[in-house]
């Protein structure tokens, strides 16, 4: 072979390899949604290659979002892992959640049955529904795929290929995009586990509508066994909300895809009773009651929540979050900014929109207030978020107090700058400087955000977060012109503000 010949076929093989070593490293998933036996669905993968004696496979123990241990390796199994010829390769099952496999790198193929988490919302065992999934083999298939799909410890950040089975009429709603391959067959891929358990996906017969907020696709998907065309009527009421929201997020959101993704049960009983699980990029909502007329107000409410959270923990986050360990977690401290935040933009965002009366606000304030007094107020913020599993009695707290430190925070960086920029600001700018990719440490960040604005705010940090000194909310309040009562817990106007509190006013809500 001469050289010329010998370097043309370097380069033409050269790229092939490239490509054929790339797809080997890969979680390869089937599962089959079909073919379901005693509610059971069928999973199947192949592991990336790799070079392994044995390897440990988890099935979380827990997930983001949530603080006690769900054990969802509870529904996997008769797992069995065979070799290219089919062969049976030994496992071991460690406990609930994980299991070792010997020789895994001559392991082509993992199989095993998962069980479904629940069948309908009626139950009343307080378990959360929305981080397990539910197969109606002819109706719908709400799939969290922390109940699903696993990942070796010693394989992460890898990336997954799914390819999902299913009936030949049903449309795969999710954040993710879902490719199809043929009338029963799709496959979607995530970049990683964190991106795939991030990424819910329900599976029935579509009603959905899109919405276009801006340059993100927003997509509304609604199931009910009876009603079949809904997803409209919702989309059409939560389509303000969004508006507003990109509105107060400088006129562009970071996301180019969200979905709302809705399991709605008729009853028979009167009352209400919800449960959902927000996600980076989607929300599952369920919902089960007599009427359908509670449907609009419950989203609403819930919609504006969590479509702040592409903001944060999306693209503001600590490395606790990024590398979230799904058997161990180490959790972060910032939960003041995660939920305190995104709580405290979704009662600011109506004012400074001019979507309600400022008598609305007040009672908005008030609200959490008195929300606040049912918790101990004394401890501190970011202790009770890197101990949220112990002090689960105090994690409702992040939603009360939370935006209240947010609210003040907004003042005192309004009050520095001159009225110039609060926290709408601050949370653009650290959008840009960290995003979706990039975390921060947690150790770090009020450092950062102080370089990033003043050294009083600190200060503000060392006292009310980390510290254990008490919102100060009579003296903010009182800066931007406001009453507080604390004897009554009341929130009006001051009578006689004088010209600095009706400018620090006017640039934090717009009057
Ligand atoms: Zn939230």
Redesign the pocket.
């Known amino acids: 072979m001469n050289n010329l010949i010998k370097l043309v076929f370097v380069l033409v093989i050269f790229p092939i390899t490239l490509i054929a070593q790339a797809s080997k490293q890969n979680y390869k998933y089937n599962i089959d949604l079909l073919h379901l036996s005693n509610d059971e669905v069928k999973v199947s993968f192949t592991p990336p290659t790799n070079n392994l004696k044995q390897g440990k496979f988890v099935i979380p123990k827990l997930i983001p979002?949530f603080y006690q241990a769900m054990n969802f390796g509870q529904y996997v199994s008769n797992l069995v892992a065979t070799d290219k010829k089919g062969k049976k390769i030994t496992t071991e099952r460690l406990d609930q959640n994980s299991w070792i496999i010997h020789d895994l790198k001559h392991v082509n193929k993992i199989s095993y049955q998962v069980a479904d988490g629940w069948d309908s919302l009626e139950k009343d065992t307080h378990e959360a529904k929305s981080a397990g999934s539910t197969f109606i083999k002819d109706s719908v298939f709400v799939i969290n795929y922390n109940s699903l799909v696993g990942y070796f410890e010693e394989l992460k950040d890898i990336p997954y290929q799914i390819t999902v089975t299913k009936n030949k009429d049903f449309y795969a709603s999710s954040a993710l995009d879902y490719k199809q391959k043929n009338k029963n067959t799709d496959i979607v891929r995530a970049k990683d586990y964190r991106q795939l358990v991030d990424s819910p996906v329900l599976y029935c017969v579509p009603d959905t509508t899109w919405l276009k907020i801006g340059h993100t696709e927003v997509l509304v998907s609604f199931y009910n066994k009876k009603e079949r065309h809904y997803s409209k009527k919702i989309a059409l009421e939560i389509e303000n909300i969004l508006k507003n929201q990109q509105a107060y997020l400088g006129g562009s959101l970071p996301v180019s895809k969200y979905a709302f993704l809705i399991y709605y049960e008729s009853s028979n009983e009167t009352g209400f009773m919800g449960d959902g699980l927000?996600h980076s990029q989607s929300t599952v909502c369920l919902y089960r009651s007599g009427s359908m007329n509670y449907l609009p107000n419950a989203l609403n409410r819930v919609a504006s929540?969590?479509f702040?959270?592409i903001i944060t923990p999306l693209n503001i986050h600590s490395g606790e979050i990024q590398h979230y360990d799904f058997l161990n977690p180490s959790l972060s401290k910032h939960l003041w900014l995660?939920?305190g935040m995104?709580?405290y933009a979704t009662i600011h965002m109506p004012i400074k929109q001019k979507m309600i009366s400022l008598d609305d606000f007040e009672k908005s304030i008030e609200e959490k207030i008195k929300g606040m007094k049912e918790f101990d107020n004394k401890l501190s913020f970011t202790e009770i978020s890197k101990n949220a599993m112990e002090r689960q009695d105090q994690y409702m707290n992040f939603?009360q107090k939370g935006p209240l430190l947010g609210m003040c925070l907004d003042i005192r960086l309004r009050e520095l700058s001159g009225g110039k920029t609060g926290t709408q600001d601050l949370m653009l700018q650290l959008m840009k400087k960290y995003g979706a990719g990039k975390y921060f440490n947690d150790d770090d960040l009020f450092d950062e955000i102080t370089k990033m604005t003043y050294p009083e705010i600190r200060i503000f940090f060392k006292d009310f977060i980390e510290g254990t000194q008490p919102v100060p909310l009579k003296e903010y309040l009182t800066k931007v012109g406001f009453n507080y009562d604390e004897a009554t817990g009341k929130v009006s106007l001051l009578s006689n503000p004088d010209s600095k509190q009706l400018s620090l006013r006017k640039a934090w809500i717009g009057q």
């Open positions: 979002g927000e929540h969590e702040f959270h995660y939920e995104t709580e939603y």
